[in-house]
C-alpha cells in the first residue's frame, strides 16, 4: 500500500521509515526481503555520466578573468548548459545565455540531445532579441 501510494518512487529505506513511525516493529532487511519476494521495486534512474572525446582540450584565452562587474546592459555575456533529467524522456538539456548587467537570461534553446545546434539556437535567440553591438563578450566554461 505504502509502495502504491507513492507511485512506484519508495524504495525499502523510505518503507521501513514509514512502518516505524506507523508503530510497526520491523527490520530493513526483513522490508528488503519481502519487497525481493513480491517483486516490488522502486522507480530508479540512472545518474548522468557525461562521456570523454579523447581529445586534447584547446587552451583560450580567459577574456573576463573573474571580472563579471559590468556598467551596461549587453556589455558582458555568459552562457552554459544545464543537464535536466525527465521521467519521459530522459536527459535533456538547456543552454541558455545570460546578460551579467542585468542578471537575466536573454536566450535559451532546450533539447533532448547536446548538439553544436542547441547552443547556437540559444546564442541566436539572444542576438535576435538584444541586437548587441560590436565588443561584447560571450563568456562560456570552454
Same mark, same amino acid.
Do not use: M
Given at each position: 500500500l505504502i509502495h502504491t501510494d507513492s507511485k512506484g518512487r519508495y524504495g525499502a529505506?523510505?518503507?521501513?521509515?514509514?512502518?516505524?513511525?506507523?508503530?510497526?516493529?520491523?527490520?530493513?532487511?526483513?522490508?528488503q526481503r519481502l519487497m525481493r519476494k513480491a517483486e516490488i521495486y522502486s !522507480? #530508479?534512474?540512472?545518474?548522468?555520466?557525461?562521456? %570523454?572525446?579523447?581529445?586534447p582540450i584547446e587552451a583560450r584565452e580567459n577574456v573576463l578573468q573573474q571580472n563579471?562587474? #559590468? %556598467?551596461?546592459?549587453?556589455?558582458?555575456?555568459?552562457?552554459?548548459? #544545464?543537464? !535536466?533529467?525527465?521521467?519521459?524522456?530522459?536527459?535533456?538539456?538547456?543552454?541558455?545565455?545570460?546578460?551579467?548587467? %542585468?542578471?537575466? !537570461? !536573454?536566450g535559451y534553446s532546450f533539447s533532448r540531445s547536446m548538439t553544436t545546434e542547441l547552443v547556437l539556437d540559444a546564442l541566436n535567440n539572444a542576438t535576435s532579441v538584444q541586437q548587441p553591438l560590436p565588443g561584447l563578450i560571450l563568456h562560456t566554461d570552454l
Open positions: 529505506p523510505k518503507i521501513h521509515f514509514l512502518l516505524l513511525k506507523a508503530g510497526f516493529s520491523v527490520s530493513l532487511k526483513r522490508v !522507480i #530508479t534512474t540512472k545518474k548522468f555520466r557525461p562521456q %570523454s572525446n579523447r581529445k563579471f562587474s #559590468t %556598467s551596461k546592459l549587453n556589455e558582458k555575456w555568459v552562457a552554459d548548459i #544545464t543537464y !535536466i533529467h525527465t521521467l519521459r524522456d530522459g536527459w535533456c538539456y538547456l543552454a541558455t545565455v545570460l546578460d551579467l548587467y %542585468s542578471k537575466k !537570461i !536573454i
